[in-house]
């Protein structure tokens, strides 16, 4: 029996169609997906919010058994307790900065008077020749040196806000690419399927706008320091870029454009060899997102390594070019927009509500990989998938060509899955643009969007002003031999400087929040937001009231004595043993590190726990 129920929401009335025996929990799904309604909420007979609709998920409850009836009135009052109103101010702050900055800006490129056109224009007299353009217009983006592909995203929602309707009936959605779940007209997928939920055609073409505009290393020795890992081991490595987003609309830039700021690399838990990679569990995974955020930090993107060497070439070019053809033509392989794709899915863009009533569209996630340049020298490029591919991968619909390595497959429709058709638009023979459907595959240069990557304009805009020196990189322990411990720590704390400039390195941060070699698991947290505040006064401060500091000190006064200042990292040189032979010190028993006082069974020339050398 159907059951049709008047839903009265707070922008107006709306009717929902369930059967009465569906389950109460289906019908409030429904409710929230016909009605946009993103925020907890509860359905109500009366506008104050008496005789609410009670229900229990583990028994299932039916829309017959808690008493409504065809016709009925339900009031959809949205949560207003105190931990609904800190979950929408939470969201409210997930906006990014810079896109609550752009979004109040007008973004009108301004023009200089044209002496052969302008008669008496100034800054406040201006004529059809010189007036300020819109930030989309073609003549701003070919004008611009070199040509702008791509609008940044806001210039693309200005685009959106000058029709008609001057935005008003703005919602950007991403694809469905699924069948609906539930439907008032069939039994739903895989039972039936009909042309209320059955997902639309996708008609592809070249995405023109792109979410980051620019990928900026803040810090270059950051780079040099993650390829160095390849050029000591020859394995391909792999990491997370963390930073923060800030425009980059000034001189010969994107209008209204937004670039990625990365301040630091973290390489996860990996194997690698010189093909490829292999990542890891991470166990220190959420500590890294913690010290991210007291930093004022957030994952920006990922990068990774495709280099060759190339010994018939003289150093330091020396690295096959095997990927990029041209500046027009990027080649990235199937598997690397798809892999760009996941990643993108995980950490979605948050927009405003006013744009998207899911509050959420695309990503400004950057994928960059470091291979071979034209001059085979290293060279960073980065990309992005598009927001078509990222809805496509989400309903698992693409996987990688066999026979092409820029080719995308689509996936077939079969009994437990439907596969709606897809078409792209590409240019023919007679550079007309044409139709094609993706029988079985497409171009995998349909499905992202390139962005330089390069150094900042002002460095003195690096937020994490570190020390010259940097310490040593977690993970690589069985790569290059480099180990996070006491003599690394002596080596690191002996650089001139003010201390807040020593503690301003985000790997040796990790180590002391994950080592139990020195106490600063309670208070590193503590220790980052002194750093993100950048006051050298306050964190001396703080350094004289530590206890875990000053027991640091302790540990780098003893086991920084004897460690080798000139490479505090190398393994200890062959020691006598205790009978005066000269065996190796792997040859020992039972001692105990000077450094931190660890009891070290298995013997070894260093500390199992902090790599001090033995003595």
């Given at each position: 029996m159907s059951v049709t129920l008047r839903i009265r929401t707070p922008s107006g009335q709306s009717r929902v169609k369930v059967?009465?025996?569906q389950p109460v929990v289906e019908l409030f799904e429904l409710v929230a997906s016909q009605c946009n309604i993103t925020d907890t909420f509860k359905l109500a007979r009366n506008p104050n919010g008496a005789d609410e609709i009670k229900f229990n998920r583990q028994k299932q409850e039916s829309v017959e058994s808690v008493g409504l009836q065809h016709g009925d009135l339900l009031h959809l009052i949205v949560d207003k307790d105190p931990t609904s109103e800190a979950s929408a101010a939470a969201a409210r702050?997930?906006?990014?900065?810079?896109?609550?900055?752009?979004?109040?800006?007008?973004?009108?490129?301004?023009?200089?008077?044209?002496?052969?056109?302008?008669?008496?224009?100034?800054?406040?007299?201006?004529?059809?020749?010189?007036?300020?353009?819109?930030?989309?217009?073609?003549?701003?983006?070919?004008?611009?040196?070199?040509p702008i592909k791509f609008l940044s995203f806001h210039a693309y929602l200005r685009k959106l806000r000058t029709g008609v309707d001057k935005g008003r009936l703005i919602n950007l959605e991403e694809p469905v690419c699924e069948p609906a779940k539930t439907c008032t007209n069939c039994a739903a997928w895989p039972k039936a399927l009909c042309s209320k939920c059955q997902?639309?055609?996708?008609?592809?073409?070249?995405?023109?706008?792109?979410?980051?505009?620019?990928?900026?290393?803040q810090d270059q020795e950051a780079v040099q320091t993650f390829v160095s890992a390849w050029i000591k081991s020859g394995k391909q490595r792999y990491g997370l870029l963390y930073g923060y987003?800030?425009?980059?609309?000034?001189?010969?830039?994107?209008?209204?454009?937004?670039?990625?700021?990365?301040?630091?690399?973290?390489?996860?838990?990996?194997?690698?060899?010189?093909?490829g990679f292999d990542l890891e569990d991470d166990p220190n995974a959420g500590l890294v997102d913690a010290i991210a955020r007291a930093l004022g930090l957030k994952v920006v993107g990922a990068i990774y390594t495709d280099l060759q060497h190339a010994p018939e070439l003289p150093p330091p070019n020396n690295v096959h070019y095997t990927r990029f053809m041209s500046d027009d033509n990027t080649v990235f392989s199937a598997m690397e927009v798809l892999n760009a794709a996941t990643m993108q899915d995980k950490y979605p863009n948050a927009v405003s509500r006013k744009y998207a009533l899911s509050g959420r569209f695309g990503s400004k996630f950057v994928t960059c990989v470091v291979s071979g340049s034209s001059v085979n020298s290293i060279e960073p490029q980065a990309y992005m998938a598009t927001d078509n591919a990222v809805a496509m991968v989400r309903a698992s619909m693409l996987a990688p060509s066999a026979t092409a390595v820029n080719e995308v497959c689509v996936a077939a429709s079969d009994e437990t899955r439907f596969v709606p058709e897809v078409l792209y638009t590409e240019k023919n023979e007679y550079d007309r643009l044409v139709v094609k459907k993706a029988e079985p595959?497409?171009?995998?240069?349909?499905?992202?969007?390139?962005?330089?990557?390069?150094?900042?304009?002002?460095?003195?805009?690096?937020?994490?002003?570190?020390?010259?020196?940097?310490?040593?990189?977690?993970?690589?322990?069985?790569?290059?031999?480099?180990?996070?411990?006491?003599?690394?720590?002596?080596?690191?704390?002996?650089?001139?400087?003010?201390?807040?400039?020593?503690?301003?390195?985000?790997?040796?941060?990790?180590?002391?929040?994950?080592?139990?070699?020195v106490p600063f698991r309670d208070e590193i947290l503590q220790v980052a937001e002194l750093v993100a505040a950048g006051d050298s006064d306050a964190f001396d401060a703080w350094a004289l009231s530590s206890n875990a500091y000053q027991t640091m000190k302790l540990l780098i006064e003893d086991g920084g004595s004897v460690a080798q200042p000139a490479n505090p990292y190398a393994q200890a040189a062959p020691m006598e043993d205790e009978h005066g032979g000269g065996g190796s010190a792997s040859e020992g028993g039972v001692w105990q590190c000077r450094a931190c006082t660890f009891i070290n069974e298995r013997g070894g020339s260093s500390c199992e726990i902090c790599q001090g050398p033995r003595t």
């Open positions: 059967s009465a025996g702050q997930e906006l990014d900065k810079v896109d609550v900055i752009l979004d109040a800006e007008e973004g009108l490129v301004q023009r200089k008077p044209d002496p052969t056109m302008c008669r008496g224009c100034d800054e406040k007299n201006k004529c059809i020749n010189c007036l300020p353009l819109q930030p989309f217009d073609p003549s701003v983006l070919q004008g611009a040196d070199p997902p639309s055609a996708l008609r592809l073409t070249r995405q023109e706008y792109r979410h980051v505009d620019y990928l900026s290393f987003y800030d425009r980059y609309d000034g001189p010969n830039e994107v209008p209204l454009g937004i670039k990625a700021c990365v301040e630091a690399i973290y390489e996860p838990p990996q194997m690698g060899d010189s093909e595959s497409l171009p995998s240069d349909m499905l992202h969007v390139q962005l330089p990557a390069g150094a900042p304009r002002d460095e003195s805009a690096q937020l994490l002003k570190r020390a010259p020196r940097a310490f040593p990189t977690e993970n690589r322990e069985a790569v290059t031999q480099e180990f996070q411990g006491i003599p690394a720590l002596a080596a690191h704390f002996a650089q001139p400087g003010p201390l807040i400039s020593k503690f301003s390195d985000f790997h040796l941060l990790l180590f002391l929040g994950t080592t139990s070699v």
